[in-house]
């Protein structure tokens, strides 16, 4: 079995440990340096060439977006930070994941996922156009003006076009972001998130209950904030195909 080596950079030696104690859970990732500060993280990544790095932001001296300006190859990045007010420029920087301190083990297992996941597209490029759907254990980052969110894909329930943007729907809050429904549908996992019309895409597995509707069509309630999608025929017909045994 090919093993995904990976780097631990963090100033503080009990998040070190207690990162390398969860990652015992994968044998797949073996850790091959543990590094304390960016100068010596940039010369153990350059001699031992990892595929994976687990960096921590804050730290003395360099903190770890300077450690990757000054690299000549980057590697697959999980920045791991007791912080979530660097999530934007983590994705800017094209991070695989953004863990929050304490990590959670099934945060960690979601993450080693997509690592895996993305590390067997790269060498089966014929399979990538799968590879990189969101799936519902997938967080994003979401800003509507100046309200920031870093939200789970499971928790959103629906996304509502309003012309240029899209308004999703999680918990309480209603932020719109500049994007297109259709751009949105080709990322998402339709077994999940399904598109009910040319106006919304609902999350499956926040219905409460389905009504027929006109047409033959159908309208779906959902759970906690008690949305109602209408669903034509055409897709009506569809969802119960996906449903059906």
Same mark, same amino acid.
């Given at each position: 079995m090919k093993t995904t080596r990976a780097i631990i950079v963090d100033d503080e030696r009990l998040a070190r440990q207690e990162l390398r104690k969860l990652l015992t859970e994968f044998p797949e990732i073996e850790i091959v340096g543990e590094c304390m500060n960016a100068d010596t993280a940039i010369a153990e990544i350059r001699e031992k060439d990892p595929? /994976?790095?687990?960096?921590?932001?804050?730290?003395?001296?360099?903190?770890g977006f300077?450690?990757?300006? &000054? /690299?000549?190859?980057?590697?697959?990045?999980?920045?791991?930070? $007791?912080?979530? #007010?660097?999530a934007i420029r983590a %994705?800017?920087? *094209? $991070?695989?994941?953004?863990?929050?301190?304490?990590v959670q083990p099934q945060r960690l297992?979601?993450?080693?996922?997509?690592?895996?996941?993305?590390?067997?597209s790269d060498i089966l490029p014929e399979k990538s156009e799968n590879a990189y759907l969101l799936d519902e254990s997938d967080q994003v980052f979401v800003k509507d003006g100046?309200?920031?969110? %870093?939200?789970?894909?499971?928790?959103?329930? /629906?996304?509502? &076009? #309003?012309? *240029?943007?899209?308004r999703l729907f999680f918990g309480t809050n209603r932020p719109l972001i500049l994007r297109s429904l259709n751009n949105l549908d080709e990322? /998402? *996992?339709?077994?999940?998130? %399904?598109?009910a019309s040319r106006k919304h895409i609902i999350n499956l597995k926040w219905v409460e209950n389905l009504? *027929?509707?006109?047409?033959g069509g159908l309208l779906v309630k959902l759970k906690e904030g008690g949305e109602k999608v209408e669903i034509s025929r055409r897709q009506a017909a569809r969802l119960k195909e996906m449903m059906s045994l």
């Open positions: 595929d /994976l790095l687990f960096l921590d932001i804050q730290m003395p001296g360099k903190n300077e450690l990757l300006n &000054s /690299l000549d190859r980057t590697p697959e990045i999980i920045f791991v930070s $007791a912080y979530d #007010e660097y %994705f800017e920087v *094209n $991070a695989l994941d953004y863990l929050l301190k304490p297992a979601e993450t080693i996922r997509k690592a895996l996941d993305k590390q067997v100046e309200r920031c969110w %870093f939200v789970k894909l499971a928790d959103i329930r /629906l996304f509502e &076009s #309003e012309g *240029n943007y899209v990322k /998402l *996992n339709q077994k999940i998130f %399904f598109r009504e *027929n509707w006109y047409n």
